[in-house]
């Protein structure tokens, strides 16, 4: 064989080694991008059950039953908690849609959790706190939420629908 024979081998070798790193390179990617996506609905589970579990505090709870009927039935002291548990999660809502507009939460999971987001905001209390707070995110979501909202049959989920 020639130098020349021996070249022809070596950048064959080298074009195969070069194909066969774009391959491992992508393999890698799709395992980081789905262990991204794992991570983040872990994240928003953990975020969103951390909230749901303030509930369950009879003064909390309280409050939220209360609120969900009317801002009216709560005293100043009061609105402001209602305001700050809705405040966090509409936010935490609003964050996730973020993350799955940009493809790193389960389309599938987020589904379930837009319709109780949906159930929550048919209320009087809710919808109060969304007027006054609405201009508090982003205007993707705020647009997302009320097209959503349009096309939503609200199930008695929460007490004080309007």
């Known amino acids: ?19 066969i790193s774009l391959l491992y390179v992508g393999v890698q990617v799709r395992q980081s ?51 700050a548990l809705l405040s966090a999660i509409t936010r935490t809502y609003e964050t996730f849609y973020l993350e799955r507009a940009e493809g790193r939460f389960d389309s599938k999971m987020y589904e379930g959790y837009v319709r109780q987001l949906l ?19 982003t205007d993707e979501f705020n647009e997302y939420l009320d097209e959503q909202y349009e096309s939503f049959s609200p199930s008695s989920m929460y007490g004080g629908e309007s």
């Open 1 to 19: 064989m020639t130098i020349q024979d021996w070249g022809s081998v070596g950048e064959l070798v080298g074009g195969l080694a070069i194909i």
């Open 33 to 83: 991008t789905g262990a991204t996506r794992a991570a983040t609905n872990q994240a928003f589970s953990e975020q969103f059950s951390s909230l749901i579990l303030q509930l369950t505090r009879e003064d909390v709870r309280d409050i939220f039953r209360r609120g969900l009927a009317g801002l009216g039935n709560l005293q100043d002291d009061e609105q402001v908690a209602f305001m």
């Open 119 to 137: 159930d929550l905001y048919a209320t009087q209390g809710a919808q109060e706190f969304w007027a006054i707070r609405k201009h508090q995110f």
